[in-house]
């Protein structure tokens, strides 16, 4: 990171590109794969996937389609409500591609997907609980469907010169539930709510009121927090690419988004953990918005000569954003009080850049140095009561400076990557919580100086057998205080940020060979380690720290392969190790997600 001027509009951190296989128009194939597997003290699981590519018109066309699904067993197991392997997901979709030559040099490509999920309940499990269980009163299932349908023109000018147009529309519905009961319990002898309650106009509750008070606020736990939204997506990009002297591209891009969700409270049967239809709503608001966004960019690379390469690229954008909402049942509890609705807007301009400048110095050696910069838009949020001047947050930037070196030594059986940075990162949007921990919200506060070191070596040990390496130190910290009156958890100068650690790392090896009569064997294992991090900062709360990582795992899997069929076996997590991956807190309940147990499993992948 931070993103490229090319692709990842308001990625601060990086971009990943991610491309799917096209159809292919020289080739037909098939292939089917089944895998299967077992988790340590969980339930099991399971995966298919089918995929077909025929060629059309004479090697004019093509269409290939995909399909898949994936069974994941459950491994926590809910001690409250007594329910075993709770985390059960399913996940099924498909993709469907065509290629079509419509002239000699020009192509278009269609492409649709579809995928939908869903999840019994949460992954996470109350912070405090042993290992595999969960002391969460209320039932929390995840549900989502994703559909993206792109076209892409791709021709070839004359004179070095192509474009390429693309057209996209995305839909993401999702279906999420939280347990709301801690942030609820939280407002027992809230003085202000207790005062509206009873309607005594800010007037203080007697004991026996504050008494009725709490009384029905108990009457609103176990609750539960749904929150159905739906977010769209149109976009249209055109760019126009050269090669020669210089290579370069330049384009422009267009989008707009739309969303709209609603968020209810409600209470749910202690027994079931399940929402009780004939009971009321405790509070509920809906809410919508949009986000347009259009940008021009241009990025090229020259290379001066035999060892000198200079390449530059800007971006220039602008960002529409607004937001509307508006509370239906007010809650009496955690409020606002009232019935009442916002309608707040946002708007941002500039430009993001990098400059890199290579140097060879000899054959298998390189070095670079480069200047880039970031940018993530600013929003709204659609959080009730906020004040007017957190309602809305700015954007942030960071600045990266990088300097690298890549070698290839021993006849290039050992190749080695090392890098060195520096971000500044200013007006860090930060997500935070509300004090009574009944809803999160993104605010700017503070700054923060990231530095970092990363390793790579990759080495052909002999023939098929293979080691890699890679390994970063990360120090990021905050260079200026994060102060709000509104905000949990706000941190100092000179802290660490939360959920980094300052150190990882992964190790392989892998060997292949045949092994006569038309077989195959291979072999990987991995080793990897994240060091300790925290999720969020010290000294911030009466709440403790929760520590993250601290800990290794390995995995390995072997595969025999002849012609066209592969069987393989493959075991996760070796050594069962249940270090806390994540930790956080949602509505007001600590929660943490731990290393995935042992698995073991099994799989036959078959192709034409």
């Keep these: 990171g931070p993103q490229g001027t090319l692709y990842g509009a308001g990625s601060l951190a990086g971009t990943l590109r991610i491309l799917f296989n096209p159809a292919d128009v020289a080739r037909r194939a098939a292939s089917v794969e089944l895998s299967a597997n077992r988790v340590a003290d969980g339930a099991p699981g399971s995966s298919l996937t089918m995929m077909v590519n025929q060629p059309l018109d004479d090697g004019n066309g093509a269409l290939r389609a995909v399909f898949w699904r994936e069974l994941r067993g459950g491994t926590i197991d809910n001690i409250a409500l007594g329910l075993s392997d709770v985390d059960r997901s399913v996940r099924s979709g498909g993709r469907v591609a065509l290629r079509w030559r419509v002239a000699k040099e020009w192509r278009i490509d269609l492409t649709g997907t579809y995928q939908e999920g869903r999840s019994a309940d949460n992954f996470a499990q109350t912070a405090g609980s042993a290992i595999g269980q969960t002391a969460a009163r209320v039932r929390a299932p995840f549900s989502d469907r994703f559909l993206l349908l792109a076209a892409d023109l791709h021709g070839e000018i004359g004179h070095g010169l192509s474009l390429d147009a693309t057209l996209s529309h995305s839909s993401w519905r ?68 050269g090669t020669g002297v210089v290579t370069w591209t330049a384009g422009v891009f267009a989008s707009r988004r739309r969303d709209h969700g609603t968020n209810a409270s409600s209470p749910v049967t202690a027994a079931t953990g399940l929402v009780d239809p004939f009971r009321p709503l405790t509070a509920a608001r809906t809410f919508n918005g949009s986000l347009d966004q259009s940008a021009a960019f241009a990025d090229g690379e020259w290379r001066t000569g035999r060892w000198l390469t200079l390449s530059a690229g800007v971006r220039a954008f602008d960002y529409r954003r607004r937001a509307r909402g508006q509370v239906d049942i007010a809650s009496p509890i955690t409020g606002p009080f009232d019935p009442s609705g916002f309608d707040h807007s946002y708007r941002a301009g500039g430009w993001v850049g990098r400059s890199r400048a290579e140097v060879r110095w000899g054959a298998g050696m390189l070095s670079y140095l480069q200047i880039a910069s970031g940018f993530r838009p600013g929003g709204i949020n659609v959080v009730p009561g906020l004040p007017p001047d957190i309602a809305s947050y700015r954007d942030d930037r960071l600045t990266s400076v990088e300097w690298g070196l890549r070698a290839a030594l021993l006849d290039d059986r050992l190749q080695i990557d090392l890098s060195a940075y520096r971000q500044s990162w200013s007006r860090m949007q930060y997500a935070v919580l509300t004090l009574d921990g009944a809803y999160g919200f993104i605010t700017n506060i503070g700054s923060a100086r990231i530095d970092g070191v990363e390793l790579s070596a990759r080495w052909r040990i002999a023939p098929g057998l293979k080691a890699r390496v890679e390994a970063t130190a990360t120090d990021a910290r905050l ?52 060091g300790r991090s925290y999720d969020t900062f010290p000294g911030t709360g009466s709440d403790r720290r929760t520590a993250m990582g601290n800990a290794a795992n390995a995995d390995f899997d072997i595969a025999v392969t002849r012609g066209h069929a592969q069987l393989s076996i493959h075991v996760e997590n070796v050594t069962d190790a249940r270090p806390v991956a994540w930790a956080g807190k949602l509505p007001g309940q600590n929660y943490v997600t731990r290393q995935r147990p042992r698995t073991i499993g099994i799989s036959f992948l078959h192709s034409i």
């Design 174 to 241: 999702t279906h999420r539930r939280l347990d709301f009961t801690a942030a609820t319990l939280s407002h027992e002898g809230d003085v202000a709510a207790c005062s509206h309650y009873f309607a005594l106009g800010g007037a203080a509750c007697s004991g026996a009121q504050m008494a009725g008070f709490d009384a029905y606020v108990e009457s609103q736990s176990p609750s539960l927090l749904d929150q159905p939204f739906v977010v769209t997506a149109d976009s249209v990009e055109a760019r126009l690419s």
């Design 479 to 530: 260079t200026s205080d994060q102060t709000s009156i509104t905000a949990m958890s706000p941190g100092r100068s000179g802290d660490r940020l939360p959920n980094v650690a300052p150190m990882a790392a992964v190790a392989s090896l892998a060997y292949d060979r045949d092994i006569g009569s038309g077989l195959s064997f291979s072999a990987t294992g991995h080793v990897r380690y994240a």
